[in-house]
């Protein structure tokens, strides 16, 4: 075309390109600039006249030439673009040298190869900025999830898998190639962990109910190989814009190292810490169980209550450790003999029971002579010296008339005590029609012998120091008060020994206010005749039926001024399932004690836990750890992290904390290390006579510390 007419027809269509809201640019076939509009040269920062003759690699770089050229993508390192209809996405530069995202299309103006071609250039710097930002979203997201220690598996609306995190690899057994695109049922095959019965996913419930849906509890997850995985998870809808429901997210915890733990505080919470066995709370639950069907159906149903012979003297002779040692052993001992569907527990101190269901009399003395003769027949070997030892069992018949579970319990135990006063060594059975008598005559004898303790004061006061294992800044001296009971031949026995029958015999209140009586008459008179010496802080355990007892508080106060002593020198302790049993009178007593200026200590804390979230209601003193968890405490984590949570609960709160029945030095260290307050126990000392011969109290110069 002669340049003239070039010119005419550039400036017929200058007009035309200074319209448009795009960058746009005429060059001829060698890519020399013929025009470029207003908005081109805005943009780009050039003008006119710089422009007009200069290559189009002014403003677009020549890695990208080839590919206006032939739509192609570029092979030559330069940066991949994407092409569609003609247009391709690129990069133009500017006069100062900086670059920006554009679409470029390039048409020619007219036939033939020396036509002029127009070059159109849309500026894609607002969307590239959101893609940019979506694309570092997306992949902050994708970080995120795989990152998080939890499974997560993301579906489509038809249970298909679109995602797994590697936490959910590793859980299912499945490499995410394979299970793109498999159903979630095939991957996330869940069972029941009781019947092994399927359980349907979530995510098809989150999908039918439109809604977030947890896990039941009691799944396990079968993974690829067959293995089995406690799991919970939760399943969420995924909705796109308009609220529908595009898919479902699931996140999937492994619940091995909870369930194991539940596991463990369950057995606990039903076993005996020292053998192992059923505890005195889950048999007489069984037991309840039991009576209560006897009134649908007549059954042989028989119970066993086994206490031994001559466990004292191992006792008191070797130690409570041969004690304990003893009690271990016995519990294989006896199991070995019964039956698989019978109960064995330890009822606490030296005394069993047996539940012996579904199972004639005649049966059910066999089994209990084939116990006895074990005992008889077996020695215990402590050191150099071997004990033989006995066993006195009562056995009961279980009838629909025989009355609740305390009756039957107290109709096996005064069964068992008839056998040990006939010489111990034997059974004796309260046959059907019988139990009510042998109940009153037992009954009768120890209730006599009890209550002839407390009236005579044949009860003797023992007590332990509770020791400070840190440095708090208090000088009192703190003990806790025992009861023993003098055995007629010469020894004591344990509270453990004789307190289950006085609870039983409802003989507790009447031995609180002797034991609050006895340890404020002898504090009282202790103070008179020593006026500035230093009073120590008694600590007495009180039974649940304190709790209930009208003028028990009057009792204290009236004492107290009688003897004129400051209500500081007094901490009543009470076990945790006592105060939990009615918290709101539980409540109300503490407040009442608490007004008088007595301490309050909760005693044997971390058992079920359950506490935890009443200890502000409480309003206590001091938290007594549980003895079987702190005879873990050095071993077992589980035991040490229940053990320090108390403890910082407690100080959270303001209460100091008592570790009791510490057995050994390498415990006690641990309790330090934890920070525990105070602790009690036989490594540090055991518990001694509070009085001497003549019934004078006998204190320490000294306070006691680890």
């Given at each position: 075309m002669p340049r003239t007419l070039l010119k005419a027809?550039?400036?017929?269509?200058?007009?035309?390109?200074?319209?448009?809201?795009?960058?746009?640019?005429?060059?001829?076939?060698e890519g020399r600039v013929m025009a470029l509009n207003q908005e081109a040269q805005q943009f780009l920062g050039w003008s006119e006249r710089e422009l007009l003759g200069e290559p189009v690699s002014r403003f677009i770089p020549t890695r990208y030439h080839r590919l206006l050229q032939s739509g192609a993508d570029p092979n030559d390192g330069s940066p991949p673009v994407a092409t569609r209809n003609g247009m391709v996405r690129c990069f133009a530069r500017r006069c100062d040298g900086s670059e920006f995202p554009v679409e470029v299309v390039r048409r020619p103006l007219g036939p033939g190869k020396g036509a002029l071609s127009l070059i159109t250039l849309r500026?894609?710097?607002?969307?590239?900025?959101?893609?940019?930002?979506?694309?570092?979203?997306?992949?902050?997201?994708?970080?995120?999830?795989?990152?998080?220690?939890?499974a997560v598996i993301a579906t489509d609306t038809t249970s298909r898998i679109t995602y797994l995190n590697p936490v959910a690899v590793h859980l299912t057994g499945w490499a995410a190639a394979e299970a793109l695109g498999e159903s979630l049922d095939v991957v996330l095959r869940l069972v029941s962990e009781d019947d092994r019965s399927p359980v349907k996913n979530t995510a098809a419930r989150c999908l039918e109910e439109g809604r977030p849906i947890d896990l039941e509890d009691g799944v396990v997850l079968v993974r690829r190989d067959g293995t089995e995985v406690p799991v919970g998870d939760s399943a969420a809808p995924v909705r796109n814009g308009n609220g529908d429901i595009i898919g479902v997210v699931l996140v999937i915890q492994d619940e091995s190292e909870k369930r194991r733990v539940g596991h463990r505080l369950s057995f606990e919470a039903t076993h005996d810490a020292l053998t192992g066995l059923i505890n005195r709370r889950e048999f007489e639950r069984r037991l309840t169980r039991v009576v209560a069907d006897l009134a649908n159906a007549d059954s042989d149903q028989v119970l066993l209550c086994l206490d031994l012979d001559r466990f004292k003297i191992i006792n008191d002779s070797c130690g409570h450790d041969a004690g304990d040692d003893l009690l271990r052993s016995l519990g294989p001992l006896l199991g070995s003999h019964l039956r698989k569907r019978d109960t064995l527990a330890r009822l606490g101190g030296d005394e069993f029971g047996v539940l012996l269901e579904n199972c004639p009399v005649a049966e059910a003395e066999r089994i209990a002579e084939s116990l006895r003769v074990a005992v008889a027949q077996y020695r215990f070997e402590w050191g150099s010296t071997s004990f033989s030892i006995g066993a006195s069992i009562g056995l009961v018949q279980l009838t629909a008339d025989n009355g609740g579970v305390a009756v039957v319990m107290r109709a096996a135990d005064a069964a068992s005590y008839a056998a040990k006063e006939a010489g111990g060594n034997r059974v004796h059975s309260e046959r059907r029609g019988k139990v009510a008598d042998g109940v009153s005559q037992s009954v009768a004898r120890r209730v006599t012998r009890l209550a002839r303790a407390v009236d005579e004061s044949q009860f003797q006061l023992y007590v332990q120091p509770i020791v400070p294992l840190q440095h708090d800044g208090t000088t009192h001296s703190r003990w806790e008060v025992l009861l023993r009971l003098p055995d007629g031949?010469?020894?004591?026995?344990?509270?453990?020994?004789?307190?289950?029958q006085a609870e039983r015999y409802s003989l507790m209140p009447v031995i609180d206010r002797w034991v609050v009586r006895e340890t404020i008459a002898l504090l009282g008179c202790w103070h008179r005749d020593h006026p500035s010496a230093e009073l120590p802080v008694f600590s007495i355990n009180l039974n649940a039926s304190a709790l209930a007892e009208e003028g028990f508080l009057s009792l204290v106060e009236h004492e107290l001024a009688r003897y004129g002593l400051p209500s500081s020198c007094l901490c009543f302790e009470i076990t945790e399932s006592a105060a939990l049993a009615n918290l709101p009178r539980t409540v109300r007593f503490l407040a009442g004690i608490r007004a008088t200026g007595c301490a309050v200590a909760l005693e044997d804390v971390g058992s079920g836990l359950a506490s935890f979230a009443h200890l502000r209601a409480l309003a206590v003193d001091f938290v007594k750890i549980g003895g079987h968890f702190v005879h873990g405490v050095a071993d077992d984590p589980i035991h040490g992290g229940i053990v320090s949570a108390v403890n910082q609960i407690g100080l959270s709160m303001g209460i100091a904390t008592i570790a009791k029945q510490v057995g050994s030095n390498r415990v006690l260290r641990k309790l330090q290390s934890l920070g525990i307050g105070y602790a009690q126990g036989r490594a540090l000392t055991p518990p001694i006579p509070l009085t001497d011969a003549g019934g004078r109290l006998v204190m320490h110069s000294h306070q006691l510390s680890a």
């Open positions: 027809a550039l400036k017929e269509v200058q007009e035309l390109l200074d319209a448009a809201p795009d960058l746009m640019v005429v060059v001829d076939r500026d894609l710097t607002p969307s590239h900025r959101a893609q940019e930002a979506e694309s570092a979203a997306n992949g902050q997201a994708q970080a995120t999830l795989e990152a998080i220690g939890d031949r010469g020894g004591v026995q344990d509270a453990g020994d004789f307190l289950p």
